[in-house]
């Protein structure tokens, strides 16, 4: 039977692309989303354009816009993927779990480095056939993977409206002062003291939560150093460049030159597994939800 798309398909890959265009800024910042060069997308985009017989994106958009036609097959685009999730479903369940693969997203160091892992250990040992992957992303693109199906769960913060979801714990922030500084004599900290001080910001999972913190206080603190990664801001507060926020369950248990102090009031945020539709997950998913829904209690 001859094709409809002639001799040139288009394959999972270029509609992956697709997926990644509607909810990116840019046709390379799409591609590298899905680890493609930019040289890959421009290649890929043009050959999902010639299978389709059109143009999918507005090029002459000020900005990224898919096209009508564009528009009008990412839907069928994302169903595709939705069936092949079933499809795999449908393999893992006549393997009754023996083996499968199940990709977990988590934004950040609070979900991977204290939540996943007794999770993960207690997990495999009742399946230990099923792979398990963690793939860690900020929160927003964990929410985005799941909506576009690249994952089937995420860890993420709470609420998450859309998404059905299990709660795992609570997180509260804490403020993160050099041992010789004089705030470490205090007992608790307010957002008042540390918006007095040169503040090193946190661009990681907390960052929101941070914001929102002084934002109620009317505070705008006195940014010097904004860092992604939890280690740099440790150092740079050991070393005096100034003060910090980051969240409790992120934080090792201690770090040379550096406390910590509750906040007063405290700022607190909740942590859960994510997921589309519970009853539409993978064999392998739906054992990990079912695991969590166990493992955990309501918080």
Do not use: N
Not at 20 to 26: I, K, N, Q, R, V
């Amino acid at each position: 039977m001859e094709s409809p798309f002639g001799a040139t398909p288009p394959t999972l890959r270029q509609l992956e692309l697709l997926l990644s265009l509607a909810s990116a800024d840019g046709i390379a910042s799409a591609g590298a989303r899905i680890g493609m060069t930019p040289s890959a997308t421009s290649h890929a985009l043009r050959a999902l354009e010639s299978a389709m017989g059109t143009a999918l994106v507005d090029r002459q958009a000020p900005g990224l816009a898919l096209t009508h036609a564009g528009q009008q097959v990412l839907p069928h685009a994302r169903d595709l993927f939705a069936a092949l999730q079933l499809m795999m479903t449908a393999a893992q369940a006549s393997a009754g779990l023996k083996s499968g693969v199940l990709r977990l997203g988590s934004f950040g160091a609070s979900s991977s480095l204290k939540l996943l892992p007794p999770l993960l250990k207690s997990f495999r040992r009742h399946y230990p056939g099923i792979v398990l992957s963690v793939v860690e992303r900020p929160d927003a693109q964990v929410e985005q993977d799941l909506q576009e199906r690249r994952l089937e769960l995420g860890v993420v913060t709470l609420p998450r409206p859309g998404f059905e979801t299990l709660s795992l714990a609570r997180d509260e922030l804490m403020a993160v002062l050099p041992v010789d500084h004089p705030l470490a004599r205090a007992r608790t900290v307010t957002p008042q003291a540390l918006a007095a001080q040169p503040l090193i910001l946190t661009r990681a999972g907390s960052q929101g939560l941070v914001a929102q913190m002084f934002a109620r206080a009317g505070l705008r603190p006195q940014v010097t150093h904004e860092l992604s990664q939890l280690l740099s801001i440790l150092a740079y507060v050991a070393g005096g460049e100034g003060v910090s926020v980051a969240a409790a369950l992120a934080l090792p248990a201690d770090y040379p030159g550096v406390v910590y102090r509750p906040l007063a009031p405290g700022a607190q945020r909740r942590i859960g597994l994510a997921c589309l539709d519970v009853t539409r997950l993978s064999p392998a998913a739906t054992a990990f939800w079912r695991h969590v829904q166990k493992s955990k209690r309501p918080v």
